[in-house]
């Protein structure tokens, strides 16, 4: 296993490396183009061969293997013209495929020259044969990798005989095992018009064509009010922040933390000149070393990433594991300590005068409080996980915010010490306490994976008992019913403890009703979704809005309150021309906190639910389902050139390209031509205001399809 320091030399390394990789310029590789015959009758087939030298120590990446395996697949994009027609797939020559360890999958390339060749039917005199071609060539010394494009035009072909005309049917040449990622977008081209030609019936996910969907009209609106609340993220970021907050400050009552509150103000406090102000410059240290390390995580793990690890079952599952790891060690099995002689190092540092000594002594007691402060950190830094590169960096500020506060009022204050209670068994309760939080929260994740996944091991029912369980077990815990490895025996049982107890023992009646259906408004962000429930007495079964037809995806999915809707955005448009009603889309996710709070808190409230249930057609668009799509339903969108396989990535595409916005919820309003009928609007748990949101759309989808 890996140390710490060499854990850390590693991440820089993998940091510095595309900066090293970078110092000089490569020169775009030059393209040798021939053809299988210099002579050709019009109607003939001829090989298009397209060679490249590769320098030394370099190598290119293929066109005959998987683009989501990570690296760059060779794309060659053959301009349409009347003068040629091409046969089969464009083979590589010479290519060598093997598994690469660093991206997980099977890969080829070429070392030395790369190879393609395409056949075409030739049929005209001077064809017109131009070629855009996009590879990547990577070094096998710095690891360095460059993406290339090209243009290129095959000229000189001589043609004989008559011009013939196109077949109706691409000539198939042999198969080949592995399809091209994106030479799907080229020979899907014909196959596309037909497509859209098709008629337009409910079910048939390409009626409004995915790949080439247009942004919606907007000219309804541009007068129309406001614009709709789309920065819903705002006041999610501040609540995160205040959650930071008061996990810095449940660090400084960890028994490694507390008792160091007055060896530091002594330090200060024996430093006469200037005393205070050092002590103010050493809370600053401490914001400064939390917050690089939010920077850090902000800037080598990034919003794609952070979708990644906020869906995907391996991570979710890995942080699973951590919190329960983290539990354990609060719970009293073991301590998690880093390595002593980087400790020591810090600490002999931090006895040099002047700032850089206050910075190793400030750096020296996060190091040494790691084992009560690591889990508390970890737990903010996966939370921070939501797509944007600022939430890591403003949860480990809020949380150094808390915990540089009393070490610099007390540094400034030495007086206030004496009111500090001793250090005791109490510190070790502490930590207890949090144990149980963070075994709490462990299933968050579990549950994440699970519902994203459909896997059914963590249902609604499930989860509550677990944390009813956990529950009753803290309010007994903290009357003394029973004690941990490091406790110290309890003589009597205070007034804080008996409050907490209280608040533990409400908490477990609070969930127990929701083990029946009850929604549990104040914690719904946390829960698995409502229909997940083996048995439940809350949820009304009356719904007046029957779609009588077979709705895609219906397996997979739930609307909340027992609505019913559409999970396919071209479905739900073509049952909005049908039924002359507006759209309601919900743009949503399986880990979306904020979507469930607002099912649960907006969507529930009698007004919103019926307007939803009697105006509008709902469809609900998860951008985190990982259900991969019939091959004929793939496409490659122009947003970033990557061909999109999943409902999630195809779901997300569509939320970008159309409404320039990539978190969810987000709530869109439109008429099945697709007007927009009110500003979108995302997070916001004011009733009055969705609402008002709701009743502008409907008016403006009378304005637009008057009634009779």
């Known amino acids: 296993m890996l140390s710490l320091r060499n854990s850390l030399i590693l991440l820089i390394l993998i940091g510095l490396r595309p900066l090293l990789g970078w110092s000089q310029l490569q020169q775009k590789p030059v393209w040798d183009l021939k053809t299988s015959k210099t002579e050709v009758k019009a109607g003939e087939e001829i090989e298009l061969i397209f060679t490249s030298k590769i320098q030394k120590d370099w190598y290119m990446y293929s066109n005959d293997f998987s683009g989501d395996v990570g690296p760059v697949v060779a794309f060659f994009d053959f301009a349409k013209h009347p003068s040629y027609q091409l046969v089969g797939k464009l083979k590589p020559v010479g290519n060598h495929k093997h598994f690469d360890d660093v991206f997980g999958g099977e890969v080829s390339t070429f070392v030395g020259k790369a190879e393609f060749r ?3 039917k030739i049929l005209k005199a001077n064809p017109i044969i131009k070629v855009a071609v996009e590879f990547q060539e990577c070094s096998q010394v710095t690891g360095m990798c460059v993406l290339f494009d090209d243009n290129l035009e095959f000229k000189n072909i ?124 050493f809370g600053l240290f401490i914001i400064l070393i939390y917050t690089i390390v939010g920077t850090l995580v902000a800037i080598f793990m990034g919003p794609d990433f952070a979708n990644w690890l906020s869906t995907h079952w391996l991570p979710n599952i890995l942080f699973f594991l951590i919190f329960i790891v983290f539990a354990a060690s609060f719970l009293g099995m073991f301590e998690i300590t880093l390595p002593h002689g980087l400790v020591n190092s810090m600490d002999s540092k931090s006895s040099m005068s002047s700032y850089g000594g206050i910075f190793f002594m400030a750096f020296t007691m996060v190091l040494v409080s790691f084992s009560c402060t690591g889990p508390l950190v970890g737990n903010i830094l996966i939370q921070a996980f939501g797509g944007t590169y600022l939430r890591p960096i403003a949860g480990m500020f809020a949380f150094s915010l808390a915990f540089a506060i009393p070490f610099t009022l007390f540094a400034i204050f030495p007086q206030w010490l004496s009111s500090l209670p001793k250090s005791g068994g ?102 698995p979704p409502q229909h997940t429930l083996a048995f439940d007495l809350y949820t009304s079964k009356d719904n007046k809005n029957n779609i009588n037809q077979e709705i895609k995806h219906e397996k997979l999915f739930h609307l909340p309150h027992n609505l019913k809707g559409f999970f396919d955005y071209c479905q739900a448009l073509e049952y909005s021309k049908k039924a002359n009603k507006p759209v309601f889309i919900d743009f949503t996710g399986h880990g979306c906190v904020n979507c469930r709070k607002m099912e649960a808190n907006v969507w529930s409230n009698p007004d919103v639910l019926k307007m939803l249930n009697d105006d509008y057609i709902v469809v609900a668009l998860y951008a985190d389902e990982k259900e991969s799509l019939p091959e004929n339903e793939w496409y490659v969108s122009p947003y970033d050139n990557k061909e999109k396989k999943e409902i999630g990535k195809q779901n997300l595409d569509l939320q970008i390209r159309k409404f320039n916005a990539n978190a969810q919820p987000l709530y869109v309003l439109i008429d099945g031509a697709e007007n927009m009928l009110a500003y979108p609007r995302s997070y916001n748990e004011s009733v009055p205001e969705f609402v008002e949101f709701l009743k502008k759309g409907k008016e403006t989808y009378k304005k637009i399809h008057p009634q009779p």
């Not at 081209?189 to 048939?204: E, L, Q, R, V, Y």
């Not at 608040?503 to 029946?516: K, N, R």
């Open 426 to 527: 109490w510190l070790n309760s502490v930590k207890v306490v949090l144990g149980f939080i963070e075994l709490a929260l462990a299933f968050k994740f579990l549950s994440t994976a699970d519902t994203v996944y459909h896997w059914g091991l963590l249902n609604r029912d499930v989860y509550i008992a677990i944390w009813i369980v956990i529950a009753i077990m803290l309010g007994l815990y903290l009357m003394g019913k029973f004690m941990t490895a490091h406790d110290s025996p309890l003589a009597s049982v205070s007034v804080p403890r008996l409050f907490l107890a209280i608040g533990s023992f409400s908490f477990a009646v609070y969930l127990f009703p929701g083990l029946f259906g009850a929604p549990l408004s104040a914690i719904s962000g946390y829960l």
């Open 158 to 281: 001589k043609v004989t005989g008559a011009p013939v005309a196109a077949t109706t049917q691409t000539v198939v040449a042999e198969p080949e095992t592995t399809t091209p990622e994106k030479s799907v977008q080229t020979e899907a081209k014909d196959t596309t018009a037909a497509i859209a030609a098709a008629p337009s019936t409910p079910g048939n996910n390409n009626a409004c064509d995915y790949k080439n969907m247009q942004v919606p009209n907007d000219s309804y609106i541009k007068d129309n009010g406001k614009k709709g609340d789309l920065d819903g993220s705002n006041e999610s970021l501040l609540g995160f922040m205040i959650y930071a907050f008061l996990f810095g400050l449940g660090a400084i009552m960890t028994p490694c933390v507390f008792p160091m509150i007055p060896m530091t103000v002594t330090f200060f406090t024996k430093h006469q000149d200037h005393g205070r102000f050092k002590a103010f410059v």
């Open 118 to 120: 395409q056949k075409v």
